[in-house]
């Protein structure tokens, strides 16, 4: 029997190794977010795509299902596996995914996020109760009668 700690090596865990499933997926992937698939189109058909990765289908469907998950494809059966156009009707779980990707999307994310701040704050204000008025005009009184940024 092996013991416990045989997978640590001079005290560091060893770290998983990364399956065909991954590299595929992350291929895939890739291939989606730098514009060889467009969002929209229709993939190769399964068997073609798995001869041209050298991969089984088997190992295609699972990538396919995570990509899935992850909102980049959509398969309907009969049809064939069609690429989402993500930016549009994408979740949020997709912006790490387009950040890694490429770093340019960070300004993006910040640029929605303060729009969507703004928004916010509009319709609170115009929800807020005196009560709740008053209390926002103590913190900023607070805020700006603060000694220093630790004190913020």
Known sequence: ???????????????????????????????????????????????????????????????????????????RHGVGTRVRDYLRLGGADLLPMLVRHSPDWTGEVFEVRRGVGALISERAALRATDRQRDELRARLAAVRGAPDADAV
Do not use: N
């Open 1 to 75: 029997m092996a013991h416990p700690l045989s997978h640590w090596e001079d005290g560091v865990a060893a770290l998983p190794r990364e399956t065909i499933v991954d590299v595929l997926e992350g291929r895939l992937r890739e291939d989606i977010l730098d514009g060889r698939h467009p969002a929209g189109s229709y993939l190769p058909p399964e068997r073609t795509l798995a001869d041209g990765y050298g991969v089984t289908r088997t190992t295609l469907k699972h990538a396919f299902g995570r990509l899935t998950q992850a909102g980049l494809l959509e398969t």
